[in-house]
């Protein structure tokens, strides 16, 4: 098994920027600017983020980020080469996708797929409770080596 160091800062860091994404949800889901709009094609994604407000445009940008830390905890979890933080870690990784990917689809739909908004919230609770379930696996085997 490698160096677990790494991996416990980036599932960490991943934590703390789901928890942040999770308060901007909520600003924007409680934002009296986020209306139905028609559906809208991903040339105005942006555009229709935008016209909700800053906390929108944040959400969206923080979610890119977490998909990107989140590409990071899955590499360093496949690096541990311990099949528990493997399977932990890529099923965390495809909450993490699954949140992302219906946050989009939501948006694309004017904010009136139901299903969709469902399918984000889903997908963020599956990835926070198994990426905090990593972090604890990892910290339990680095105080099994000796090392904190």
Not at 18 to 24: D, H
Not at 47 to 64: C, E, F, P, R
Not at 96 to 110: I, K, Q, R
Not at 115 to 136: D, I, K, N, P, R
């Amino acid at each position: 098994m490698r160096n677990l160091k790494p991996l416990r800062i980036a599932v960490i860091v991943l934590l703390a920027l789901l928890a942040l994404q999770f308060e901007l949800g909520m600003a924007v889901n409680l934002s009296p600017n986020l209306k139905e709009v028609p559906p809208v094609g991903v040339a105005d994604l942006w555009k229709v983020i935008a016209s909700v407000g800053g906390d929108a445009l944040a959400h969206a940008v923080l979610g890119i980020v977490l998909v990107a830390a989140a590409v990071v905890g899955l590499v360093l979890s496949l690096l541990a080469r311990a099949a528990s933080v493997s399977v932990i870690g890529v099923i965390a990784f495809l909450g993490t996708t699954v949140a992302a990917v219906n946050g989009v689809l939501f948006t694309l739909s004017g904010f009136k797929n139901d299903g969709y908004s469902h399918g984000m919230a889903t997908g963020f609770l599956v990835a926070f409770t198994l990426w905090f379930v990593q972090v604890c696996l990892v910290s339990a085997r680095l105080r099994g080596q000796g090392t904190r």
